[in-house]
């Protein structure tokens, strides 16, 4: 059984930092493209970013390219995105996935299992 573990999230000011995890069971993240994508109350799940099953390719939403980073360590089975200057526009569930395929697609409908998501919330 397939289960992707978000945590991480919290409450934090504009401009701070904070590291999310994505801790896998059931498939090893060295085997799958892992994205995060994120969803703001009113609004559509979004990409963020995502890393190939190779770790060689990785995609970045415009919104986020210079302040995040996705990197994964194999050994512990786990993804994380490292989130500096936060901006309150950045306030929203994040979620991390897995997809079987290659390439570190930005399409939500591409990706197969789907964790529960952590609350991430960028306010003064």
């Known amino acids: 059984q397939v289960q992707l573990v978000e945590s991480g999230g919290g409450l934090v000011q504009p401009g701070g930092s904070l590291r999310l995890s994505c801790a896998a069971s059931?498939?090893?993240?060295?085997?799958?493209?892992i994205g995060w994508f994120r969803q703001a109350p009113g609004k559509e799940r979004e990409f963020v970013t995502a890393?190939?099953?190779?770790?060689?390719?990785?995609n970045y939403a415009d919104s986020v390219k210079g302040r995040y980073t996705i990197f994964r360590d194999s050994a512990k089975n786990t993804v994380y995105l490292e989130m500096n200057s936060l901006k309150p526009d950045d306030t929203a569930v994040y979620y991390c996935?897995?997809?079987?395929?290659?390439?570190?697609?930005?399409?939500?409908?591409?990706?197969?299992?789907w964790g529960q998501g952590t609350q991430v919330t960028v306010t003064s």
């Open positions: 996935a897995a997809r079987r395929g290659s390439g570190a697609s930005n399409l939500v409908e591409t990706y197969t299992y």
């Open positions: 059931g498939l090893t993240v060295s085997s799958y493209t």
């Open positions: 890393i190939s099953w190779s770790g060689g390719s990785t």
